[in-house]
């Protein structure tokens, strides 16, 4: 469960705390392969950046501004995909249906916990 600290964070400093928890991650964020070759610790971190990315589009509005060329964040949907697609391959699953919903709970699911 994202935690409403984690949440007001995000939605006070979006890209800030973007490039903070995901910079690491540049390789597996462009490279499904590369993301499901990660610890799930670390896909852990991904997983619940891109959840508390949901939540702070769906409650406020915040997401990517295409309209700005410098803008750094990851469109909320980009990166939703990407991370149910590595988790799909690193379940050795080829599909990658999205139900909705809670980005936690579908890779619990996923995963199989």
Do not use: F, S
């Not at 991904?46 to 769906?58: F, G």
């Not at 990851?74 to 939703?80: C, F, G, H, Q, V």
């Not at 391959?89 to 599909?95: D, L, M």
């Amino acid at each position: 469960m994202i935690q409403e600290r984690e949440l007001t964070l995000a939605r006070e400093h979006p890209r800030g705390t973007e490039r903070r928890r995901l910079l690491a991650y540049r390789d597996a964020l462009n490279d499904v392969a590369a993301y499901a070759a990660l610890p799930i610790a670390d896909r852990d971190v991904i997983v619940r950046w891109a959840e508390t990315r949901r939540l702070i589009k769906e409650r406020h509005g915040i997401d990517h501004d295409a309209n700005n060329l410098a803008d750094p964040l990851i469109p909320a949907a980009r990166l939703r995909a990407h991370v149910i697609a590595g988790e799909h391959r690193a379940a050795g699953r080829a599909e990658t249906h999205d139900p909705g919903g809670d980005l936690l709970e579908i890779v619990a699911r996923i995963r199989g916990v």
